[in-house]
């Protein structure tokens, strides 16, 4: 038997140790796989001056939003070719889009509480002042704000059928997304209306709000005005 092939008993104990230390060292190296829910999982900010960068992108987002709010709410909003739009649907707007492999899974509008469009600006102030029947005037506590620092999140949706341990996780996305996309253009507030359990919504996502109305019944779906602090919260 040759030199190389002996070793003692301490010589061949100090190997395995040598390796597992390499192993657990190696291990705590790599970061841990995440789900391929995360992988698969993609968001996009569409506005009228990008749109023709991501397809139908855009429009499958207003698709999206007619099969949540006219066909399964039976909201009565315009809408034409299959897809749902309004007033509010401007180059003044952003659209936060959660998407997996092309198929539309989230949104939420966005718009400054600055913009103008004819005799509208934005919805909640709109529904202040009397201009939308659906909504009523009472929706705030005090005077909408005007100020480019707050922005107004509206059409916000999630498509059906999706199974309870993918919801949290679009919901949470979007709602970071929506922070993020706000953040990029100098807002340090979003307000709009959700729905009227958003503080235990909000506090399940990590994150919080504070109510600026009563709250109300408004197409079928109990709702609330509410102010989200975005600054810091779209890590």
């Known amino acids: ?20 230390s ?9 970061p841990p796989a995440l789900p391929s829910i995360v ?10 001056s990008n749109q023709h960068r991501y397809g139908q992108l855009y429009t499958d987002n207003l698709r999206a939003r007619k099969a949540v709010f006219i066909d399964q709410k039976s909201w009565e909003l315009p809408h034409t070719d299959g897809m749902e739009f309004d007033q509010y649907d401007t180059p003044q707007s952003r659209s936060v889009v959660i998407h997996e492999y092309g198929r539309v899974l989230a949104g939420v509008r966005l ?3 600055t913009a103008r469009c004819g005799c509208y600006s934005y919805m909640l102030r709109d529904a202040q002042l009397g ?4 909504i009523p005037e009472h929706v705030l506590y005090e005077r909408a ?23 949290l996780f679009i919901q949470t996305k979007l709602i970071k997304a929506m922070a993020r996309a706000a953040t990029e253009q100098g807002a340090t507030h979003v307000i709009g209306i959700v729905p009227a359990v958003f503080q235990r919504w909000m506090n399940r996502l990590g994150l919080n709000a504070l109510p600026m109305g009563p709250k109300l019944n408004i ?15 779209a890590a």
């Not at 070793?7 to 597992?20: G, H, M, P, R, Y």
């Not at 992988?39 to 009228?48: H, L, N, Y």
């Not at 197409?219 to 919260?233: C, L, R």
Request: glycine share 4%; no cysteine.
């Open 1 to 20: 038997m040759g030199f190389h092939k002996v070793k003692t008993i301490d010589e061949a104990e100090s190997v395995k140790l040598n390796v597992s």
């Open 22 to 30: 390499k192993q657990q060292s190696n291990a705590r190296d790599v």
């Open 39 to 48: 992988t698969r999982i993609d968001e996009t900010i569409v506005s009228a």
């Open 111 to 113: 718009l400054p509480t």
């Open 131 to 134: 201009l939308l029947p659906n």
């Open 145 to 167: 704000p005007v100020m480019p620092h707050v922005w107004e999140a509206t059409r916000l949706f999630l498509t059906k059928d999706e199974p309870a341990e993918r919801r």
């Open 219 to 233: 197409g079928g779906d109990h709702t609330q005005a509410a102010v989200m602090h975005v600054a810091g919260q």
